[in-house]
């Protein structure tokens, strides 16, 4: 069965950083895109970036250019995100999701979300 | 970038009765890429509709997707009390991708 466990939420301040990780297990990882989806409190669903299989092509929100990098390490079945210069406005339980196909398709299976706080 | 307008926003129903969502671009959807979700309180989204009438695995036929280009709907035959949720249609065929802002079904 296939399993993502994101982890490295917490609270930061505005203009800090956090790294975020995702664990996927049940499939092969490096044959899928993978994402990253947001959901502020509140509100609606927010795509963030996305990465193909091999990792060779990366696409980004607007909100997410010049600040957030997406990465994976397909020996460990991990992706990364890399969030920089956080503001107030990115807070919000962040989802890793997997993609149908290797460069993209739909969201197929979430993991269960992790909780980033941007506040001072 | 695609626009995807759901509605209602609400939609107030009984169990046993039947649910129709609507989802609306702002543009056509690439190759119908369009995909339908359900989110239940506390827990992550689940695939329930892809490629606008694709049942994804598991899912019960109960809920079927149809449309093409800009305007897409998702009906629930008879409302069993686990679908009362949130439901976000997601268009996949260009970037960057888009949701749309979700239609409660409530009892």
């Known amino acids: 069965e296939v399993q993502l466990l994101e982890s490295g939420g917490g609270l930061v301040q505005p203009g800090g950083s956090l790294r975020l990780s995702c664990a996927a297990s049940?499939?092969?990882?490096?044959?899928?895109?993978m994402s990253w989806v947001r959901q502020a409190p509140g509100r609606g669903l927010e795509w963030v970036s996305s990465?193909?299989?091999?990792?060779?092509?990366?696409y980004n929100a607007d909100s997410a250019k010049g600040r957030f990098t997406i990465s994976r390490d397909n020996s460990r079945n991990t992706l990364y995100l890399q969030m920089d210069s956080l503001r107030v406005e990115d807070t919000a339980v962040f989802y890793c999701?997997?993609?149908?196909?290797?460069?993209?398709?739909?969201?197929?299976?979430w993991g269960q979300g992790t909780l980033v706080t941007v506040s001072s | 970038e695609i626009v995807l307008t759901q509605s209602p926003d609400t939609l107030s129903l009984s169990p046993g009765e039947r649910a129709t969502l609507s989802c609306r671009a702002s543009?056509?959807?690439?190759?119908?890429?369009l995909a339908w979700y359900q989110e239940e309180p506390g827990q992550a989204p689940r695939l329930l509709i892809y490629?606008?009438?694709s049942r994804a695995t598991g899912i019960p036929d109960r809920f079927s997707g149809s449309g093409s280009g800009t305007d897409f709907s998702l009906t629930i035959s008879r409302l069993e009390p686990e679908d009362f949720a949130v439901y976000y249609c997601?268009?996949?065929?260009?970037?960057?991708?888009?949701f749309g802002g979700g239609t409660k079904v409530e009892i």
């Open positions: 999701a997997k993609r149908s196909n290797w460069n993209g398709g739909c969201f197929d299976w």
């Open positions: 049940g499939f092969t990882f490096s044959s899928f895109a």
């Open positions: 990465i193909s299989g091999s990792g060779g092509t990366t």
């Open positions: 543009q056509s959807v690439s190759g119908n890429y």
């Open positions: 490629d606008a009438s």
């Open positions: 997601q268009q996949y065929g260009s970037s960057p991708l888009t």
